[in-house]
């Protein structure tokens, strides 16, 4: 059974910084990739960023040169840095593990709320 808690949302004001933290329990498999979403108010869920299990980022490019995602293996942690947060980075963020190999997946955590105040 895989569980994803995330961590480390919160108020913060423009231009400020958050570091969200998501633990990992259970298996990830061999093949993975690990992703940040974002859930604006009223607004679908937007991929935001992800790391592979072979340790490639990619980001959403509204947030590229701000959000630093990376990966603790020690600690089973997957962290999304977040730098010079504007208002419209409000919202819930995601935690989800697609699991590819072995047994196929998709895993998600419950959200921790960040709220960017102008």
């Known amino acids: 059974q895989v569980q994803l808690v995330e961590s480390g949302g919160g108020l913060v004001q423009a231009g400020g910084s958050l570091r969200l933290s998501c633990v990992v329990s259970?298996?990830?498999?061999?093949?993975?990739?690990q992703e940040w979403h974002r859930q604006a108010p009223g607004q679908r869920r937007e991929l935001v960023a992800s790391?592979?299990?072979?340790?490639?980022?990619d980001y959403e490019d509204s947030v590229k040169g701000r959000f630093t995602i990376s990966r603790d293996d020690a600690k089973n942690t997957v962290y999304l840095q977040m730098n010079a947060l504007k208002p419209d980075g409000t919202g819930i963020y995601y935690c989800?593990?697609?699991?590819?190999?072995?047994?196929?997946?998709?895993?998600w955590g419950q959200g921790t709320q960040v709220t960017v105040s102008s």
């Open positions: 989800k593990l697609h699991r590819v190999w072995p047994g196929r997946g998709d895993y």
């Open positions: 259970g298996s990830t498999g061999s093949k993975y990739r």
């Open positions: 790391i592979t299990s072979g340790g490639s980022p």
